[in-house]
């Protein structure tokens, strides 16, 4: 080790980073450790916590409330993953052309995904609204039923989901960078031996796009337990019948409806646990095949 | 796995430079001047603008007395900043809550009793104030918080709309039938498409709406109000209110089904003139005195067996952790003196707690409507609140669902009435020891 | 491709950027729609009377104006300190030669990454309460300080990554300490990142809805996310006057996105920050 004020080069690189590792630890590690601690107690936010062992955990296991909110947001994963994963792949395989004016599609695809949150919920509000909304007098007007959007429990859900398909940005841009990466010599090479292109997507893009439509879809899973707030807070906040009561706004109610942070933050440990062994096992699974990003 | 000393030395570098950052931050905050009340309220901004008259009123009485006003639209927010502001620490000094909601804090602790100020203040008297607003906010035999309203729930109706259908206007004592009446009177096709242009009623599916009618029925929705300990929704009085209750959306279809509700909301519809009568408390008044194209009035709730009321009340609270008790009591003193709830009666959100300003003009004032306001006054003897529990506010939501699916027929009255009764057991539960 | 193939993908792209687009353009119409009608009940293409003044209006129904203020002001403020704390430790990382450690920083980024919002809420809040911060914009700010989200810095890391080592070399031989090569030579390299974090990152606070709602309990210091929220809450069935917030809200983003997406949707550059196989 130099002496002070003389640091080697090495040692500089690691203060750049100090900022951010110091910033990173205080604002997200260490409030992310207390929510585990706080799991183990009784804490409703007025008197001081009590240790509360695995009452917490228990109580999950038996409240309908916490399985309605578990329910739910399987419902929106199963539904809104591959929705979400599978529309960025083809928007990306049909975009990803470089003539002219595609950038300016791509870019449609994109707004929906950079508009702030509340904006876009509170335009979607309307939209489903069932009597004056422009998608039921859309509907109406071709002959389609108009559903009952926002009153039926399934289709709320379902509106969510819709609603969140469009904001598939992220999925969109990474599925871009998958696809660029691969090299054209291979298509060539392919065109060459008299393939079509459906035999082209399945043998040479589909085998290698997989690593990244894997990690999107395992980030996706993960944004899930935080993106579905918003719209459902603001927009039929947890209704009809508890319907769009997801994870982070069951979370939310339970914390400051319900004053029971302890079951909130339970919930939370246990919702990600099991998101991380799903993440981590599909990864090692991805490994294991051989395929790298 | 040995560790290079080097990055050993970045964490250690790392925690320093995190405490040497919490030390600083410490020396950044502003010390506030001497004497500062801090003081939330929740409600529309008419009932804010009358909450900061209600301050510089206060703080030209009392000049070395500043207040910090805070206000959050809608009571659903508040409710949770007030949670995160007591798990803070640092709750504002007097916070305004709901009789359904104090017990909580009270029972954990976040406040202190103001019974013993009431006691031995000079300004203001136990006996000034309506009896039954001092009893919904003791708990444990304690006067907790100092009520500044009593409001029942009540009709507001369109005069207009009943001088077109040719009725005449709710009279003081009219019965369920009566209303029933006029609500299918009122209950149109206007354009002749087949759907229902105007409604004649609309009211939320609630506990907290279907109680007064329950009990005027002469039941009850828990087995004993002083100590709850299950939902009796289940009883022919009660369910026999229930049915009619919820016969309202499914039989009569004089208020709107859930699709209709979705698309605009019966308050809306109200205040457009589409919608005949309107069950609230007095919370609406501000709003609607900003109605143009209608006249409108208020009348008491339609009776059954017996008249029976539905309280609803806000009361200043003093939180425990409140360093200048003294200065937080003179203010919350000051807002309820014959000055203070003058002030804020004048916005016309509030029935005032204390008899003497119920009864003077700046409430009864006959210039703005509801021209008929001393029926908040005459149903005052038949007031009941809710039982005061922690917890309460669980009953009051899941309960509410379940009513809310049998009243837009997505559940059988039996049905609901069991689910409700099921789910409401565990707040119950968690209260007798 | 054949002539008629081509016609098709730009009719189907064009058809599907209209989808996209649609919501948008409906709110904005609706908009424009004067405060006085009923709702409408055909869609309407354009208002007969656009009422443009409902954009004025949002200003009267509540002080939008400050809202706004405040929330530039915390992007003003959190945007370049992202981009710098996120660009320095990028840049730090890329250039640690300490394997090991060096894989260990890049999983603390990964373990960081995967912590979802939830779970720092409260506790954020007592830290915030801690520094004197509870109620005042630096509250909102303050993740800055952490660079925001650990994907920035990954996403500077990658971009260093993939410049040469003979650059960097180079000019360390000419005596470059770590942080002349920072700016002499990262910082120029990373443009296009710089880019996209910059937008992303005032994205983030313009938008961000969850942390004034737990930090901010004052009306002056109210954010315009907040804003949008409270007209909705005072008129839900002010629909013009609902669109018109939530247009306004959007636009700054909007028009930002615009003017800048052609750094990494027009000729596809994110792929440079991406290994080629």
């Not at chain 1, 009952?148 to 859900?157: S, Y």
């Amino acid at each position: 080790m130099n002496f002070p004020f003389r640091f080697s080069h090495q040692t500089q690189y690691r203060l750049l980073v100090l900022p951010y590792f110091a910033g990173t630890l205080l604002l997200v590690i260490l409030p992310a450790l207390t929510t585990v601690a706080i799991s183990l107690m009784r804490y409703n936010a007025i008197s001081t916590p009590e240790f509360a062992g695995i009452d917490n955990f228990l109580a999950m296991y038996r409240s309908s409330y916490v399985r309605i909110g578990l329910k739910n947001s399987l419902i929106f994963v199963v539904l809104a993953v591959p929705l979400r994963g599978i529309g960025a792949l083809l928007l990306a395989l049909f975009m990803q052309s470089k003539r002219a004016g595609f950038g300016f599609f791509r870019s449609a695809v994109y707004l929906p995904t950079i508009m702030p949150e509340v904006a876009y919920a509170v335009i979607w509000l309307w939209i489903f609204n069932p009597l004056y909304g422009p998608l039921n007098i859309l509907l109406s007007a071709i002959g389609l039923p108009a559903p009952e959007w926002l009153t039926d429990p399934m289709l709320a859900r379902i509106a969510i989901v819709l609603m969140m398909g469009f904001q598939l940005g992220e999925g969109f841009v990474i599925m871009l960078a998958g696809l660029q990466s691969i090299p054209h010599s291979f298509y060539e090479a392919a065109r060459v031996d008299g393939a079509n292109a459906w035999q082209m997507f399945w043998q040479i893009t589909f085998p290698l796009i997989l690593p990244w439509l894997l990690l999107l879809t395992f980030r996706d899973l993960l944004v899930s337990l935080e993106h579905t707030f918003t719209p459902s807070f603001v927009i039929t906040y947890g209704g009809p019948y508890y319907a769009t009561t997801f994870l982070p706004l069951l979370i939310y109610e339970l914390a400051f409806d319900f004053f029971d942070f302890g079951l909130a933050a339970a919930v939370m440990v246990v919702a990600y646990a099991f998101l991380m062994l799903l993440v981590i096992g599909g990864w090692k699974l991805v490994q294991r095949r051989g395929l790298h990003v | 796995m040995k560790q290079p000393r080097a990055s050993r030395l970045f964490l250690l570098l790392a925690l320093v430079s995190l405490s040497l950052l919490l030390l600083l931050s410490g020396c950044g905050g502003e010390s506030p001047p001497d004497k500062t009340v801090s003081f939330a309220v929740f409600g529309d901004p008419a009932e804010f603008a009358a909450y900061q008259q209600l301050v510089s009123a206060f703080e030209d009485a009392h000049p070395d007395i500043k207040i910090e006003l805070s206000h959050i639209p809608g009571q659903g927010e508040y409710r949770q900043r007030l949670a995160t502001e007591f798990a803070g620490g640092d709750p504002p000094n007097v916070v305004l809550l709901n009789y359904r909601r104090f017990a909580t804090f009270a029972a954990e602790g976040g406040l202190t009793p103001l019974g013993p100020y009431l006691e031995s203040s000079e300004v203001i008297q136990p006996d000034d104030f309506y009896p039954i607003t001092l009893q919904s906010f003791e708990y444990d035999e304690q006067l907790w918080c100092i009520p500044q309203n009593l409001s029942s729930l009540v009709v507001y109706y369109n005069r207009n709309l009943f001088d077109a259908a040719g009725l005449s206007y709710p009279a003081d004592d009219w019965t369920w039938d009566d209303f029933l009446t006029a609500a299918r009177a009122l209950t149109q096709d206007l354009d002749g498409d087949g759907q229902t242009d105007q409604y004649g009623a609309g009211i939320s599916p609630k506990l907290f709406r279907l109680a007064p009618f329950v009990w005027q029925n002469g039941g009850d929705i828990v087995d004993n109000p002083a100590a709850p300990s299950r939902l009796t929704l289940d009883t022919p009085e009660s369910r026999a209110a229930f049915e009619w209750f919820v016969n309202l959306q499914v039989e009569e279809h004089v208020v709107p089904d859930a699709v209709a509700e979705s698309g605009e909301s019966s308050e809306s519809r109200f205040l457009n003139g589409t919608l005949g009568m309107y069950f609230n408390s007095r919370r609406g008044v501000p709003t609607y005195r900003t109605i143009s194209t209608f006249q409108w009035d208020v009348a008491p709730l339609p009776r059954k067996l017996q008249p029976a009321g539905i309280l609803h009340s806000d009361a200043y609270c003093l939180s425990a952790a409140t360093e200048d008790k003294e200065s937080a009591w003179t203010f919350i003193e000051y807002a309820n003196s014959v000055a203070g709830q003058t002030i804020v009666a004048q916005s016309g959100r509030t029935v005032p707690s204390l008899i003497a300003v119920a009864e003077s003009p700046a409430f009864l004032s006959p210039d703005l409507p509801p021209a008929n306001s001393r029926v908040y006054l005459d149903t005052a003897p038949f007031i009941r609140g809710v039982p005061i529990m922690p917890g309460w506010v669980g009953v009051e939501k899941t309960v509410s669902e379940e009513i809310k699916k049998a009243f837009y027929g997505d559940a059988s009255i039996d049905e609901a009435i069991r689910q409700a009764t099921d789910l409401a057991q565990p707040y119950f539960d968690e209260n007798t020891p | 491709m054949s002539d008629w193939k081509v016609w098709l993908r730009y009719f189907l792209a064009v058809v599907i950027s209209i989808v996209f687009i649609l919501p948008l353009y409906w709110a904005f119409v609706a908009s424009l729609r004067p405060m006085e009608l009923p709702p409408p009940s055909t869609i309407e293409w354009w208002p007969a009377e656009p009422a443009w003044e409902n954009y004025r209006q949002i200003f009267d129904v509540v002080p939008l104006a400050r809202y706004t203020g405040n929330s530039l002001f915390v992007a003003a403020i959190a945007v370049p300190v992202t981009t710098l704390i996120a660009s320095l430790a990028g840049f730090g990382i890329s250039q640690i030669s300490d394997e090991p450690f060096r894989r260990q920083l890049l999983w603390f980024n990964i373990v960081a990454l995967m912590i979802p919002g939830a779970a720092v809420w409260i506790f954020r809040f007592l830290i915030v309460k801690w520094m004197g911060l509870f109620d005042t914009l630096w509250a909102l700010i303050l993740p800055a300080f952490a660079a925001t989200t650990p994907l920035f810095v990954l996403l500077f890391y990658w971009g260093f990554q993939h410049v040469p080592r003979e650059m960097f070399d180079a000019a360390r031989l000419d005596g470059a300490g770590p942080l002349k090569l920072w700016w002499k030579l990262a910082v120029p390299l990373s443009r296009p990142t710089i880019t996209g974090v910059t937008v992303l990152t005032f994205v983030l606070y313009w938008s961000d809805f969850i942390s004034p709602v737990i930090y901010i309990f004052t009306p002056q210091h109210y954010t315009l996310a907040i804003g949008v929220e409270i007209i909705k809450q005072m008129d839900l069935t002010n629909i013009p006057l609902l669109m018109a917030a939530s247009i306004f809200m959007a636009a700054p983003v909007i028009l930002l996105f615009w003017i800048l997406q052609r750094f990494f949707l027009h000729d596809l550059s994110l792929a440079n920050l991406f290994d080629r196989s």
